[in-house]
Structure formats: structure tokens, C-alpha cells
Nanobody, 123 residues
Framework: QVQLVESGGGLVQAGGSLGLSCAAS????????MGWFRQAPGKEREFVAA????????YYADSVKGRFTISRDNAKNTVYLQMNSLKPEDTAVYYC????????????????WGQGTQVTVSS
């Protein structure tokens, strides 16, 4: 089992920046792939970004490319999401996900999910 705990959400004005963290504990050998998803009110959960173990493999949703950056610190079992140039449409609950492979994470088939952290972008 892997436990994931997100932090760093909050309220920010449009154009601002916010950083999220997700700390993993437990059987972290399952964390080769880690990523972020988000779910806005009344909408389905959608993929945001994912990263492989070495950090060299990264995937982003088109809606966040060039604005969001995913990274990880394996020594701390933590994945980060730096969000810049935030827009009101980025408002959502952001979830961390982890699994043995990046494709599994990207396809939302991860076995491990965090509880989510709220990000609100005001216009």
C-alpha cells in the first residue's frame, strides 16, 4: 500500500502561482509513476501531469503545457506541481496519483490516490 498526502492548495488570483506537493509513504517501490489529476465541480476528473522515476519522462495535458511543471524528489518520496499563470478554469480539487508505471498513471488506472487539495483561482 502507498499513502499519498497532498498539500499546498489555496486561493490565488488569476495570473498568480501556486505549488502543490504530494508526499508518499508506505510501499514506495510502487511509485515509479506519479502524477496529478484535477476535478472541477460538475466535471469528471481529468489528467494534468505525470512523471517517471528519473524525472526525464513527463506528460502534460494540453491545457496546462507551458504553465505547469511537474517534478519529483525521490529521496523525499515527493512529487511537486508548480502552477504558474493560473486561470479561473484551473479551479479544482487536485489529486495525486501513483503506480508502478507512468502509462498506468496517465490513464487514471492508478491504484493509489491522495485525498485531494483545493485550488481556487479568482478572476
Amino acid at each position: 500500500q502507498v499513502q499519498l498526502v497532498e498539500s499546498g492548495g489555496g486561493l490565488v488570483q488569476a495570473g498568480g502561482s501556486l505549488g502543490l506537493s504530494c508526499a508518499a509513504s508506505g510501499a514506495t517501490s510502487n511509485n515509479n509513476g506519479m502524477g496529478w489529476f484535477r476535478q472541477a465541480p460538475g466535471k469528471e476528473r481529468e489528467f494534468v501531469a505525470a512523471i517517471g522515476w528519473s524525472g526525464s519522462v513527463q506528460y502534460y495535458a494540453d491545457s496546462v503545457k507551458g504553465r505547469f511543471t511537474i517534478s519529483r524528489d525521490n529521496a523525499k518520496n515527493t512529487v511537486y506541481l508548480q502552477m504558474n499563470s493560473l486561470k479561473p478554469e484551473d479551479t479544482a480539487v487536485y489529486y495525486c496519483a501513483a503506480d508502478k508505471s507512468v502509462p498506468t498513471v496517465v490513464s487514471a488506472r492508478s491504484n493509489f490516490w491522495g485525498q485531494g487539495t483545493q485550488v481556487t483561482v479568482s478572476s
